[in-house]
């Protein structure tokens, strides 16, 4: 660290095409003195902040690497990064944020391309086949997976390319393509095939192995993620009793590290692809404790408030956007001790706190963690309590007539509705139009979707085809 203080961090050639770092040229301690202040402006009146925990050498520390592919004027494949804001690939061989294994195995991919007659694909002419290549690696594992997003399913002489790939790195354990062939800027499409190898890599972590598919969510700095667990587990002062929830799971890293150190453990996540890969780690590290659950965690948290089920500690992970106010709402009702909030951005993490402390929880004590050297992003693990007073005040307050119980007599939630209707009629349908197809079917509604706030409100109506897709639903459900 004294090291870094004083060297002047080198400046990426790149680094004002791509936009990645906005830190470029920063030393890395004054980086770190940033990041802190920024905290601290917004958490210190709730607590104490802890000074941020930066890493020993910040480079290179990125684990998941991707590439996009296109052609320069003279048709030659390139490979690189989108330009801040565009859709204009700057060619980029090695990355000073990036893995340089990953770096390598990209320039190798993009070497062959010629001998197989593997052109890249073209957004404006949509002609060529490889879109992106997505790299992953085990930080303790050492194993790296390939993934090739492709244009069309056809991918001439794949096990060839794969071999020829394979040669050059024999450290590849395992090889994906991935078809993407949607006009959009999404990187990887819904279908994966394994061309090489299990189709997943693992790392270990926190004594825990996880297994990181292709679509799964994982964090993308190892050093930091262990620290960052460590502190959110340790918060949460865990005995061997505990009901715990962890809530926003992901691959359930979370709940797993923290499954050896409580009673019950639950993990709820939306993503069902993460969803699916908790459930092996659960069977993985042969943990029993813990059951996962696809569903929203607003949601998820209304029927444990309904069903007043018991909460010792909760963890809450949730995306940049924060949490919801159903969530924290609930999360009060419940009143579980301790709550160990980690957040990747400080500044709805402030408005949850702000939120929370009028429910009668105190922020106690907050750990910014330095995840993401050169870039603008802060991750912080905060622990909260609760009042004695405001307890019992709560508790008393808590009435099940306040909640929408629909969710719970219905048979389905809206979730699971707008699921359905969406896989089988390719419509996006809203709570509201659900309400009331329920209304005419005769199904119990919650307050909160039942009727105009004033007589003369106009709301939009469910149009026919909806009426009849969500009819459907209802059919399958078993509710009409
Ligand atoms: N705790 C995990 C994942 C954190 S990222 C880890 O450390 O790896 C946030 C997660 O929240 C993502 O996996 C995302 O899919 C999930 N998520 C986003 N919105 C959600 C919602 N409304 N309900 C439940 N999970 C949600």
């Given amino acids: 660290m004294e090291k870094n203080k004083t060297k002047k961090a080198s400046v ?65 494949a390139i490979s690189g990064v989108y330009q801040k804001g565009t859709h204009k690939v700057v060619p980029v061989d090695s990355c000073m944020i990036e893995d340089q294994k990953a770096d390598e195995i990209i320039v190798t991919i993009r070497g062959l391309l010629k001998s197989f007659k593997i052109k890249t694909y073209d957004e404006d002419t949509q002609y060529g086949l490889l879109r992106h290549v997505l790299i992953r690696r085990g930080f303790s594992t050492g194993e790296i997976m390939v993934v090739l997003v492709t244009a069309s399913p056809i991918f001439p002489s ?25 006009g959009t800027s999404m990187v990887l499409g819904t279908r994966d095939v394994v061309l090489y190898g299990k189709g997943f890599i693992e790392d270990k972590l926190c004594g825990c192995t996880f297994r990181i598919s292709a679509q799964s969510f ?97 963890f809450m992970d949730p995306p940049r956007s924060g949490s919801s106010e159903v969530f924290l709402d609930c999360l009060a009702k419940l009143a579980p001790k301790k709550v160990v909030y980690v957040s990747c951005n400080p500044e709805t993490l402030a408005r949850d706190l702000r939120i929370l402390k009028k429910k009668g929880y105190q922020m106690q004590e907050a750990w910014p963690v330095d995840m993401f050297p050169f870039c603008d992003h802060i991750e912080t693990v905060v622990l909260l309590s609760k009042g004695e007073v405001d307890s019992k005040k709560i508790r008393v307050e808590f009435s099940l ?71 459907e639903a209802f059919k399958y459900f078993g509710m009409i």
Wanted: proline residues 4%; aromatic residues 6%.
């Fill in 401 to 471: 007539e306040d909640m929408d119980m629909s969710e719970f007599q219905d048979g389905a939630t809206y979730t699971q509705i707008k699921d359905y209707v969406l896989e089988h009629s390719g419509l996006k349908v809203s709570n509201l139009y659900i309400s009331q197809i329920k209304r005419k079917c005769g199904i119990g509604v919650g307050k909160n979707y039942n009727l105009p706030k004033s007589e003369d409100s106009r709301q939009p109506q469910c149009p026919p085809e909806k009426e009849k897709a969500i009819r």
């Fill in 218 to 314: 994982y964090q993308v700095n190892p050093v930091q993620t262990e620290i960052l667990y460590q502190k959110a587990i340790e918060a949460a002062g865990l005995t061997g009793k505990e009901t715990v929830l962890d809530a926003y799971c992901g691959i359930g890293t979370i709940g797993l590290i923290a499954a050896s150190k409580a009673k019950q453990v639950t993990g709820v996540e939306l993503n069902k692809e993460a969803v699916r890969d908790a459930i092996k780690n659960a069977k993985r590290n042969q943990t029993k404790n813990i059951t996962f659950y696809c569903e929203d965690a607003g949601e998820f948290m209304l029927k444990m408030a309904a069903e007043d089920q018991q909460l010792d500690v909760v």
């Fill in 158 to 182: 794949k096990n060839n390319f794969v071999k020829a790939l394979r040669k050059v790195h024999p450290e590849i354990t395992t090889v994906v393509q991935n078809i993407n062939d949607r």
């Fill in 12 to 76: 990426c050639p790149v680094a004002k095409k791509c936009g990645g770092c906005e830190f470029q040229g920063m030393p890395y301690a004054e980086q770190l003195r940033h990041k802190e202040k920024r905290v601290r402006i917004l958490l210190d009146s709730f607590g104490k902040v802890h000074p941020i925990i930066g890493m020993k050498d910040p480079y290179h520390y990125r684990n998941k690497v991707h590439a996009v592919f296109d052609r320069d004027r003279r048709g030659n």
